[in-house]
């Protein structure tokens, strides 16, 4: 994929990455991506607890309910690292 800028974005983009140690445009402009991927699910994540907070009564959370929570967080965490190592 190319990308045409004009050329005082493309001198700010420069500097960029320069500043902050990226070793190309590319890096930097992937980096960027990334952020907007995670700001989207985030912005996705939080219109699903308003949606939900939004929904009805709400119940008390118990002991079992959090160790259920935890457990499978220390799951998903664990195979995101396998999958990653």
């Known amino acids: ?8 974005l493309r001198d700010w983009v ?6 902050r140690g990226y ?5 930097y ?3 960027l991506l990334r952020h907007d991927q995670l700001r989207e699910a985030r912005d996705h994540v939080d219109a699903k607890l ?6 009805g009564e709400s119940l008390e959370m118990t002991t079992r309910d959090w160790n259920h929570i ?16």
Do not use: H, I, Y
């Not at 994929?1 to 005082?8: D, G, T």
């Not at 308003?50 to 929904?55: E, F, W, Y």
């Open 1 to 8: 994929m190319r990308v045409s800028l004009p050329a005082s």
């Open 14 to 19: 420069n500097r960029q990455v320069r500043q």
């Open 23 to 27: 070793g190309t445009a590319d890096e």
């Open 29 to 31: 402009v992937v980096e």
């Open 50 to 55: 308003t949606k939900a907070l939004q929904g």
């Open 70 to 85: 935890r457990n499978e967080g220390r799951k998903r965490a664990a195979a995101r690292r396998r999958a990653k190592g």
